[in-house]
């Protein structure tokens, strides 16, 4: 047992060992398009759904989707990341892309607009009245995503700032980095309550989810959320198509259905 | 979150706060690592005990283990809807997550093992005899222990307790998890500089950057300084 294998064993093993590893690296299927997908974290649900529709249509299409915060996405495409379609959060990071020449000018597509909802998973809290809530002393952590660069954060503020609460809720704010992150935030109940996008909280995976109540979208600026083809997509045919897909009703209905008001059609 | 603000550097005053914030969170970060890690690596170093070898993986966990896998357990494991989150909750009214308590139990766990390998090295690398002799001359454990074994090894203690301070600078998976961003509670510099970059100010990303570029090589400098001069 402890005697050494003879050479020709050992050669046949490593073999053995690179294929192994030659099928954990190589990039998967003989993939016909690729699709690279950059998308704010309040799709991060809805964009499943969108997905599946657009491969009934398109399966030969493979899909590669990466969610986070706008912001983080709009400094990574400007430098060059390797992403065909960018779903923005808002459409200030979209139309500064274009201005920087790093997307496509025509391709811009307004496909939803957010809308914020008050989420708890506490069950005392009066959660109708905004002002009370925040005014609520056994409230200590209210979250909102960070106002300085997350979409939703600012249309956040703004709403605590209409309902006149702003400088009162200021030092129990907890601050995520990103819509997706305020939400786990609140769901975790690290903190008491917080401002979140609808799409997060009616998404069909968040069943028995806590309890809230929409913000109405008199007392924020639109959180009117943009798409467009970076200069990489531009050249890609299957990104093109996915853009025109994001406006087919099929789509819309996704978009609805996940909790976004929807822009005129086009 | 002071009102006043101003300039200094090319820095804004949130940025002084947020570097003053880290600065305090690694000196309280780097004592306690001082009180439970050292005794904690002579222990480690001497002892029989069939647990030691899980205790030492333990420790040193952090090293390998992504900051995510700790910020998540934390944040699930903290959150006051349940203990030990919900005692803390009781005891203080404020969630351990999110506040500057819960940088430092973070911080502690996850630079454990920058400051106790150090140790453990130092205090192995003082030779047997020396101890004996004092042992032989009448001196209990402990008094051998702080007045020879740990003035002995002061360099590999020195240099640990820097890389501990060190590591504390760097920390930012975690915080970005459990920190929540809040203005002189948890929003250290490496969050800070986070945001200024989100916020497109790279004017103000470049000066912090270079900052924390400064104070992270002079800290390491001190630990190689301190690693070569060790007496033969």
Known sequence: MASPDPPRHVASRMLRLLAVLAFVFAPTGRASETLSIAAASDLVFCLEALNREFAKSEPSVRLRVSTGSSGNFFAQIKNGAPFDVFLSADLIYPIELIAAGAAEEKSLTRYGIGRIVLWTWRTDLAIDDLASVVRDPSVKRFAIANPDHAPYGRAAKEALDKFGVWAEVRPKLVLGENIAQTAQFVQTGNADVGIVALSLVIAPVRNRSGRWTEIPSSAHAPLEQGAVLTRRGASNPAARRYLAFLSTPAARTIFDRYGFSLPRSP | MGDST???????????????????????????????????????????ARVAPFLETLVTLPIVLPPTVIGFYILVGLSPQHPPGSWWRDLTGEPLVFSFTGLVIASVFYSLPFAVQPFQAALRGVPRELLDAGTALGARPLRVFIRLHAPLAWRGIAAGLTLGFAHTLGEF????MIGGAIPGVTKVASIALYDEVQKLDYASAHAFAAMLLVISFALLLIVTLLQRRRPA
């Open chain 2, 6 to 48: 101003f300039t200094f550097l090319g820095l804004s005053s949130a940025l002084w706060q947020s570097l003053g914030l880290t600065l305090r969170l690694a000196a309280i970060t780097t004592l306690i690592l001082g009180i439970i890690g050292l005794p904690l690596a002579h222990w480690l170093n001497t002892t029989r």
């Open chain 2, 173 to 176: 998976g975690v915080v970005l």
